[in-house]
């Protein structure tokens, strides 16, 4: 056979299909409707708008059959409005491929009772088939493009709305309800906030955090700034020593929390307290709470108030030899921790009571501030946490 007279009858085919049009749309979608939970309904897609989709699917594919029209316009408009409709990708995509077996039915059909030849069947098969994967191709990736921008937006809102969060700017019943609900976090803490040192601009200090707090059922929203990550963490009662670990496993550097608050519009000043936690972990504690220790709270909290106050207090040891100050130091450090006891700050620091009772002369003397005061042990003692983290 000729390949003119196999076009000429795919054309008679085509044509015999176009007369029907109406009649194949219909069932098109009553099948579809049948065989996809998704569209039986009609929610998100009406059944008319369903209609108006096979009716473009179907006229592009005949005329695809007989080369009229190669740019699959309806199949990408098809892809941006179920994505915009938020219509499963692998549903829409299960109705072309019932769509297209419709077709392919009613294409063989059609051709038997015209006694079209196997030869020009042969041809509408190929061309079908290979227009049905550009068609389908179109359409996903519009989905694509559409899914991608919104999550893309979705983010960029997300992540403007911790922000104002964070600075205080989210405030009222209304607003921070919606700001719950957009960010995923619970209308109702109590909450905390945590900040993270970076360990590079543009970097995250704490990988996938955001993902790995919700396996273990802990919702939260996070902002990367240039020096800190720092994100709100619902913690239900009895959770936060789960936050804790979580954290303490996957920091890489410095890490302040919060004390628990109960309003979303508390966040602001829970930041102000995740810093000053911050400023008062170490190295042998990287991960530090804001109530665990109120005297480093208070001395880290003023920096710059804190330099003066350290000098005030202290500045009888600076001419010290370095070594000579440190043991001085470190004797009061233990000997606060111990009861004030020199016997037992003795055991601690492998030496007699009676050399700790000489450091300790020594520190009254050059400070000129009395252990058995407790004002003056108070300043000196928060002059040594100060010290600590200068």
Request: some cysteine; overall charge negative.
């Amino acid at each position: 056979m000729s390949t003119e007279r196999a076009s000429s009858e795919i054309e008679d085919l085509v044509a015999r299909l176009r007369g029907r049009a109406g009649e194949f749309i219909e069932a098109m979608a009553a099948q579809i409707e049948s065989e996809i939970d998704f569209y039986r309904t009609g929610g998100l897609v009406p059944p008319a708008e369903l209609r108006a989709s096979c009716g473009a699917n179907f006229d592009f594919m005949l005329e695809s059959l007989v080369g009229d029209r190669s740019d699959p316009v309806s199949a990408r408009e098809t892809g941006r409005l179920r994505a915009e409709l938020g219509a499963p990708l692998a549903d829409v995509m299960a109705a072309y491929r019932v769509g297209t077996r419709y077709l392919w039915d009613a294409v063989l059909t059609e051709a038997h009772s015209a006694g079209i030849t196997d030869q020009a069947l042969v041809r509408a098969s190929s061309r079908l088939w290979q227009m049905q994967s550009s068609y389908t191709d179109a359409m996903t990736d519009a989905y694509r493009d559409v899914q991608s921008r919104r999550m893309l937006e979705q983010d960029q809102q997300r992540s403007a709305l911790v922000e104002a969060l964070l600075e205080g700017r989210v405030s009222g019943g209304g607003t921070l309800w919606e700001a719950a609900e957009l960010l995923r976090l619970p209308h109702k803490g109590p909450f905390v906030v945590v900040a993270a040192e970076v360990p590079e601009v543009g970097r995250q200090a704490l990988t996938a955090v955001e993902e790995r707090l919700r396996s273990v059922g802990l919702a939260s929203a996070w902002r990367l700034l240039p020096e800190l990550q720092i994100g709100v963490v619902g913690v239900p009662p009895r959770r936060l020593a789960v936050l804790i670990d979580l954290l303490r496993q996957s920091a890489t550097g410095r890490v302040g929390v919060s004390p628990p608050y109960d309003e979303l519009d508390g966040t602001g000043q829970a930041v102000r307290f995740a810093r000053v936690a911050l400023s008062g972990s170490t190295p042998d504690s990287p991960v530090a709470l804001f109530d665990e220790s109120p005297l480093t709270m208070a001395a880290v909290a003023a920096p710059d108030v804190m330099q003066y106050f350290v000098r005030k207090v202290l500045g009888g040891l600076d001419d010290l030899p370095i070594d000579d100050r440190e043991v001085l130091l470190e004797t009061l450090a233990v000997w606060s921790t111990h009861h004030g006891s020199a016997t037992e700050t003795g055991e601690q620091l492998y030496c007699h009571p009676n050399t700790v009772r000489h450091r300790l002369r020594r520190i009254e003397e050059r400070t000129g501030r009395s252990l058995s005061d407790p004002h003056s042990v108070a300043e000196l003692l928060l002059a040594l946490e100060a010290s600590r983290h200068a």
